[in-house]
């Protein structure tokens, strides 16, 4: 299709009332507000486990509780004489796991805890930002300039 004089006329006038809907309802889409931890952001009833500072494991606060108690009991667990040497466990304690290189000696039914809430950390996580807080202002007003309220 060539543009002709007709053509650039037409153009240009339905142009017009798709310009006027953009400044009507917005030129941007409405936004999420970001989560207030970012990515990591636990859903409710959950906290970052934190068996080191980056560790963004969602967990209850109960267990978070324990992984810092556990976390000062480093010495007292550990046999310094094992097959492991500094990090081999006393006798009816393992390596908790809770990340790679994680060598803090648990019981058994911790470290199995441990793995379930790793294996349970997506679920946690919130996965979108909620709703942004809508504006009644500016609803009505849009609404009504456009007629469909």
Known sequence: ?????????????????????????????????????????????????????????CVTPAVRARTQQENGTVAERRDPTGAYGSNTCKQGYVWREAFDGDVVCVTPDIRSQTWADNAAAASRVQADAPDPTPDPARQDLTCKQLGIC
């Open 1 to 57: 299709m060539t543009m002709n004089k007709a053509n650039s006329a037409w153009f240009a006038l339905s142009a017009v009332p798709v310009a006027a809907l953009a400044v009507l309802v917005g030129q941007t889409p409405a936004q999420a507000d970001p989560l207030p931890y970012g990515p990591d952001t636990c859903i409710q009833g959950y906290v970052w486990r934190e068996a080191i500072p980056n560790d963004h494991v």
